[in-house]
């Protein structure tokens, strides 16, 4: 399936599902509002309600600077400008979570001041997208987030305002959208921008196909195959060169038998000389090798006794090893002997010497215990005194600290109660701009009236003249008397075309006679009898076939360019003919229709310029108060009006400023004033502290002195821990010495017994090792008498090393097996060349010449025979190449056709023609959907959409006997009750890419009369079947009576205000998670 087709099927769905807000505009602290509370899903149908200016369109504030990063009334919150933080605050935060088909996500905004200091400079936002099930970062670029919500969601922030929460001020945008903003936002609502897709693919495949036709009768027409003849002329040579192969062939198989005899017989006598040169090298290796095959056989014969041999060296070298092992122990016994004696006497001497030292330390230990005694009391006394000591230090520094802190507290006071003065001082001069902070949002509110209003004038404005232009138009049609005139000249035209079509047709006719008999003519030989009149003599035409195609191309021309004047002469025949029946009692009709219509634009033009007058009269009254002269100028521009209010935000900050100051610093005079008076009473305690520590230290020094006094007279003064290290070091050095000497002598002890054991049993093995020796020399030199040996010397010399023998004995056989192949090899060569010089046979030489005739011959046979079969091969190639072009041509051709008529139903390189059809029908269902809902609210105008611009939206008017009017010239409550049901339209609307789920409105229903009201709010109830949830934002009264699930935004003092409502709670700071 292509990729347009998949993204087709694709269905994205978007349901806000909880809300979570901090300091923004008036709503002060971290807020969180879950939609997902029973009472909202139950009823889906909720209104947020509050006072002017509370703060009820910063929740959808919130939201869009969640998603999006931005506002509808604000634009982009930057670094650089943010406006919606609210007073007085060092940070803020939206944070909102959706859910779509794909799954459910966290957009999550902030930003702070420098150190979250309400004074510091403003630092980048932070702008993330948050997997709400895995908590995986999704994205965290503040550029790229809105982009990746766009993708999720299928709504940017322009369609989102538009679509899914229609923000204060823009309410009947999409009603009032162009044509191509509304083609934009309908193709990503509807998904019907794969209509695009499918027209530029549809004209792109039609491309693609015509060009590979061509390409394939461009690859046709290079390829070439022989002619009939010639190829039946290849095939006549080809027999003919087989034939001659054959012949040639056979007589080269007889000469080449006989010119075999002298090769064999000249390859037997070469490999005869060969033969004789490798016996001859062979006789000399079997000389040279006749010493090594003597060693070989002596070798063998004294290979029996190499056993006997190896064991009586071995004895021999075990013997003399046991007779040097014995003579040295023999000569250390003596010596270990005197070291046994020597070490036994020096460890009796040790031990003697450890029990002395263990009684003088016992003698010793009750002179150290008391000397214990007193350290310890010693130590506590000093540890006591040095404490008591810095206790006094200590109090004495903190006593001159107070000195200095109850001064420094006593200036600071002084300080701030003036300054606190100058506050106080300042507030009551300026005192009405407290009342700014209440005023303001209303201001706002009137403002955006303002720019409301201004826009109807302008609306207003172009509708009335709209309504001349087209009375003028109707005022400036020709009468029946001029489209009689006109309508005979165009008759008296269409028949002169006519007479003039019919002539072209005689000429095109005639020159393509012409034409033909050229081709005629063409085929004639010169001295050939032509066969239509039998002459032999063919006169050169008098025009060229140039001059002929020049012409008839030039008529085919002018007839086609007077078929199209037939066509349009005809059409304006018909359209005179259509005038003349309408008659002139239609136009003054369609005239007093217009005039009408021109009389209702006009005053409702005077309304609009009224109602903006007294608004804006209101609005510079209460600017007044604060501006004075500077509001009554009669002309107050927007920019002036902007100023204005920026003014005013200055004075109201200015003055909330100062008040906060002043609340901070009674608050702070309160405190440092507690404070002065606690610190005078320490500074009082810590005096009585220092006089009593003082008294304490003498005490202790004196009693430290006579203890000290007491401890010198015992050990002499020194330590008892010195002390017992020495005698503790004494006692274990007298152990360790006695514990080494026993050691010692029981070690030499040891090594003399082991000594006198070995000496016994070397003695023993040598008498064994000489007895073994003598008997199996005796048995060796009886065996080698036998053997021809004289001695064992002999024997030695006749043994070969191993790998000696082994290398001669492998000699020894390759000169055998040698002796033997060369004595065959020479039997055989003698045979066959007595054979072959028997079989000798009669003109060899001449054989010779004849045979490499042959050969040269056979292969100029072959070369030709390859040259006219590859002809012939290459020539069929390109046959089957030229037959499967051909079938594969037939077959682009019908793909072609098919995708030209597709093309033509559909196709183009922009889109526009599929897409616009596509976009037209879904225009006509939303338009339906919306008529449905529109019907419930008034009986008054249905939505129809315009002939001539298949996007354009026109409203007809029931009470006017069904006039069809623009939606330009509907009221303020007019355009909110089409505006709505648009909305609910583009809501309900079954679509291939966005399902709404969330519908948040925002201003309108004060436009609306009771009746009115019941109807719109009954419409947006029955949507709750459908599983979506509407929320409306207004201060309207009667809507607290009409809808029981509110959310509250409730004004409180110095411009803060709090929620309340189901789902809504107050969270910790510690709470908001992100931060």
């Known amino acids: 399936m292509p990729s347009y087709c998949r993204n087709w099927r694709r269905r994205t769905r978007m349901r806000i599902t909880k ?35 509370a703060g009820k369109t910063t929740i959808l504030d919130a939201i869009c600077l969640a998603l999006y990063g931005q506002t509808p009334r604000l634009g982009k919150i930057t670094k650089s400008d943010n406006d919606v933080m609210s007073r007085h605050q060092g940070e803020c935060m939206a944070e909102v979570t959706f859910a779509t088909e794909q799954g459910e996500y966290r957009a999550f905004w902030y930003q702070h001041r420098a150190r979250r200091h309400a004074g510091g400079a403003l630092q980048h936002p932070r702008h993330e997208l948050i997997d709400a099930a895995t908590g995986k970062l999704l994205e965290e670029k503040v550029s790229q987030v809105p982009a990746v919500v766009e993708q999720l969601s299928g709504l940017d922030f322009n369609r989102f305002t538009r679509s899914m929460m229609l923000a204060q001020g823009q309410f009947a945008a999409f009603l009032n959208a162009d044509e191509g903003e509304r083609s934009a936002l309908l193709e990503q609502i509807t998904g019907s921008e794969i209509y695009a897709r499918i027209s530029q693919a549809a004209h792109s495949k039609y491309k693609m196909q015509r060009d590979l036709l061509q390409r394939l009768q461009d690859e046709l027409g290079t390829i070439q195959p022989l002619a009939e003849d010639e190829r039946d002329a290849i095939k006549t040579e080809l027999n003919q060169v087989k034939a001659q192969v054959d012949e040639t062939d056979t007589q080269y198989q007889a000469c080449e038998r006989s010119a075999q005899w002298v090769e064999t017989l000249t390859k037997l006598e070469h490999e005869w000389s060969q033969l004789t040169e490798r016996q001859a090298a062979h006789s000399k290796e079997v000389a040279e090798f006749s010493e090594q095959r003597k060693q070989l056989e002596k070798d063998a014969q004294a290979r029996p006794f190499a056993s006997a041999l190896n064991h009586l060296r071995y004895l021999q070298q075990q013997l003399t090893r046991s007779q040097q092992l014995f003579t040295t122990e023999q000569a250390a016994l003596p010596t270990l002997k005197e070291s046994s004696e020597k070490t036994g006497s020096q460890a009796q001497r040790a031990r003697d ?59 600071k006071l002084s300080q701030q109660q003036d300054e606190l003065q100058s506050l106080t001082d300042w507030l009551e001069a300026h005192s009405n701009e407290g009342n700014l902070a209440n005023q303001l ?115 085919r021309s002018e007839l086609a360019e007077l078929e199209r004047s037939l066509v349009a002469t005809q059409q304006q025949l018909q359209q005179l003919e259509i005038e003349q029946a309408v008659g002139a009692s239609e ?25 903006y007058t007294e608004l804006l009269q209101s609005w510079q009254a209460r600017v007044s108060r604060w501006l004075g002269d500077e509001a009554e100028v009669d002309d107050v521009s927007a920019a002036k009006q902007t100023d204005m209010l920026h003014q005013l935000q200055t004075m109201r900050g200015r003055y909330e400023t100062t008040l906060a100051k002043q609340q901070g610093l009674r608050g702070e005079l309160t405190s440092l004033s507690a404070r002065l008076e606690g610190v ?52 274990g050095q007298a152990e360790q010495s006695r514990e080494q000497l026993e050691q010692q002598a029981q070690q030499a002890q040891q090594a003399f017994e082991r000594a006198q054991l070995s000496s016994q049993q070397l003695q023993q093995r040598v008498e064994e090792l000489e007895q073994e020796q003598r008997s199996a020399g005796k048995q060796l030199e009886a065996g080698l008498n036998e053997a021809g040996f004289d001695d064992l010397e002999s024997l030695q010399q006749a043994l070969l090393d191993d790998a000696i023998q082994a290398r001669l004995s492998k000699q020894a056989r390759e000169l055998d097996a040698s002796s033997q192949w060369l004595k065959t090899e020479a039997e055989r060569l003698q045979r066959e060349l007595s054979e072959a010089k028997a079989q000798q046979p009669a003109d060899a030489a001449a054989n010779q010449l004849e045979l490499k005739r042959l050969k040269a011959m056979l292969a100029d046979l072959h070369q030709r025979q390859g040259a006219l079969q590859t002809r012939l091969e290459a020539d069929e190639t390109l046959r089957r190449q030229q037959r499967d072009k051909l079938d594969a041509v037939k077959r682009q051709q019908a793909k072609t056709d098919e995708w030209a008529t597709l093309d033509t139903l559909i196709g183009s390189a922009d889109g526009k023609k599929y897409r616009k059809f596509a976009q037209g029908l879904t225009f006509e269902i939303m338009i339906d959907y919306a008529n449905q809902k529109l019907r419930k609210m008034t009986e008054r105008y249905l939505l129809v959409r315009d002939e001539a611009e298949p996007l354009k939206l026109n409203v007809m008017d029931d009470y006017q006997a069904g006039e069809i009017r623009s939606t330009r010239n509907l009221s303020g409550g007019e355009s909110f009750l089409v505006s709505l049901a648009l909305a609910l339209g583009l809501a309900q609307m079954a679509s291939s890419k966005v399902r709404v789920d969330s519908l948040f409105l925002d201003e309108g229903f004060g436009t609306l009369d009771e009746e009115a009201l019941d109807q719109a709010l009954d419409t947006l109830a029955s949507l709750r079947q459908d599983g979506k949830m509407i929320g409306l934002i207004s201060h309207v009264g009667s809507l607290k009576e009409r809808i029981a699930t509110q959310l509250q935004v409730q004004a409180g003092a110095a411009g803060r205000s709090v929620l309340a409502g189901p789902g809504v709670r107050q969270l910790d700071p510690e709470q908001t998670g992100n931060e």
């Not at 136009?587 to 609009?608: D, G, I, K, N």
């Open 587 to 611: 136009r003054v009709q369609q005239e007093q229709a217009q005039q009408a219509a021109l009389v209702r634009e006009q005053e409702h033009l005077q309304r609009a310029q009224q109602s």
């Open 441 to 555: 949002p209303l201001l706002s509110e009137q403002r955006t009236q303002l720019e409301q209003r201004q826009a109807e004038c302008v609306a207003a404005e172009q509708s009335l003249k709209q309504q001349r232009e087209t009375l003028q138009a109707l005022q400036s049609k020709p009468s029946s008397a001029q489209l009689a005139q006109q309508q005979d000249a165009l008759t008296k035209q269409l028949s002169v075309d006519k007479e003039r079509y019919k002539a072209l047709q005689e000429m095109i006719s005639q020159t393509l006679l012409e034409q033909k008999l050229a081709d005629f003519r063409n085929e004639l030989v010169a001295g050939e009898a032509c066969p239509l009149c039998g002459s032999v003599e063919h006169p050169a035409p008098l025009h060229s076939d140039a001059s002929v195609e020049s012409t008839l191309q030039t008529k």
């Open 19 to 53: 809300l979570r807000l901090q300091n923004l505009n008036s709503l002060h602290g971290t807020w969180e509002i879950d939609f997902a509370h029973p009472d909202y899903v139950n009823e889906g149908l909720f209104a947020i309600t509050g006072p002017t200016g």
């Open 680 to 731: 005078q009473e320490q500074r009082a305690e810590k005096q009585r502290l220092s006089a009593e520590l003082k008294t304490r230290v003498e005490r202790t020094g004196a009693e430290r002195e006579q203890l000290q006094q007491q401890r010198q007279q015992l050990l002499a003064g020194e330590s008892v821990a010195a002390v017992v290290e020495r005698w503790q070091q004494r006692l």
């Open 353 to 411: 010497e450890l029990a002395t030292s263990k009684e003088q330390w016992t003698t010793l230990q009750p002179e150290i215990d008391k000397a214990r005694t007193l350290d310890q009391s010693l130590q506590l006394i000093k540890q006591r005194y040095q404490s008591e000591c810095a206790q006094q230090e200590k109090a004495y520094h903190e006593q001159t600290a107070l000195v200095d802190i109850v001064s420094e507290l006593e200036q």
